[in-house]
């Protein structure tokens, strides 16, 4: 069973860049779909990118499709999200997320904060 820390978050004003990072143990990293959602205040977690086993295939919703990109080191067993023009929008809990068939396996989260 795999887990998995996430890195990275912090306070920063709106335009700005963060680098979150999903460091993973207890697993074969190479072998999970890794993945990033967020929760904001209030509202349910809502799915942010999708990257494949091998680090060649991303996706991201709409929300962040050209400020956020996503990749992966399967050497270091570490997911990294790379988030560009930040608006207060993106305020909210990042929480990496390892999926394996029907298996998931999710971080503690990391809070992310963009003040206007």
């Known amino acids: 069973q795999v887990q998995l820390v996430e890195s990275g978050g912090g306070l920063v004003q709106a335009g700005g860049s963060l680098r979150l990072s999903c460091a993973a143990s207890g697993g074969t990293f190479s072998t999970y779909r890794m993945n990033w959602f967020r929760q904001a205040p209030g509202k349910v977690r809502e799915f942010v990118t999708t990257i494949s086993r091998s680090g060649d295939s991303t996706s991201y919703s709409d929300s962040v499709k050209g400020r956020f990109t996503t990749s992966r080191d399967n050497a270091k067993n570490t997911m990294y999200l790379h988030m560009n023009s930040l608006e207060p929008e993106d305020t909210a809990v990042y929480y990496c997320?390892?999926?394996?068939?029907?298996?998931?396996?999710w971080g503690q989260g990391t809070q992310v904060t963009v003040s206007s």
């Open positions: 997320n390892a999926q394996l068939g029907a298996s998931n396996y």
